[in-house]
């Protein structure tokens, strides 16, 4: 019998894995990020603002596209690109945008990125995968917000369920998946996110 052919998957990519040719040149990026890092106070925000700079520095041409409120025309020499938002309905203070408007297809689409590279959990992530999809460029999803461990403090475990299973069906259409720590690359793996 023989064996069944290896089909591609996401995977978490650790750095010793980088592969040296593609880094070493420049590329252009659209990061979609939800909520703004220039307008939203977070935890991300320095990372994201010092992510856009370290890529500039590097050469690399950066298309950001973000909440509208508060969004700068560029940053470090990356445009900017605000898009229509509303306050998340369980907290107020979020803006979430899904950013699929023409005028932001058409903008990413002349920009031709080599990648997209977007933020998850979140609305925008939606967008950006379809535009992603749309234009055949390769998905990078990053993931920020642990929502599995928050859901027991709001009494809310009958969606752990669901927001695994969501969580799964986002990262599985991704090409490669971020997690900020080992113990989330962990819980990832047993909850078979990404297939290994």
């Known amino acids: 019998m023989g064996q069944a052919p290896e089909m591609a998957a996401p995977l978490l990519l650790r750095v010793e894995d980088a592969d040296a040719e593609w880094s070493s040149r420049p590329h252009r990026i659209a990061l979609f990020v939800e909520p703004s890092p220039f307008a939203y106070i977070s935890g991300y925000k320095n990372r ?6 370290h ?15 508060g969004a700068p025309e560029e940053f470090h020499g990356a445009k900017v690109i605000g898009s229509w938002s509303f306050p998340c309905p369980l907290y ?3 803006p979430l945008s899904l950013a ?27 967008g950006a995968l379809a ?4 234009i055949s460029v390769p998905m990078v999803m990053s993931y920020h917000t642990h929502l599995p461990a928050y859901l027991p403090g709001y ?8 927001t695994w299973g969501l969580i799964r069906c986002l990262h599985r259409s991704a090409d490669l998946t971020l997690v900020p720590s080992v113990a989330i690359a962990e819980d990832f793996e047993t909850a078979k996110v990404v297939p290994g």
């Open 92 to 94: 107020q203070n979020v």
């Open 131 to 134: 535009i992603a999809k749309m």
């Open 48 to 53: 994201f603002q010092n992510f856009i700079k």
């Open 155 to 162: 009494n809310l475990n009958w969606l752990l369920g669901p």
């Open 100 to 126: 699929l408007s023409p005028r932001i297809f058409s903008a990413v689409s002349k920009f031709k990125p080599d990648i997209i590279h977007a933020t998850s959990p979140g609305v925008m992530v939606f």
């Open 55 to 69: 890529l500039r520095e590097m050469g690399d041409e950066v298309l950001v596209v973000t909440t509208h409120k």
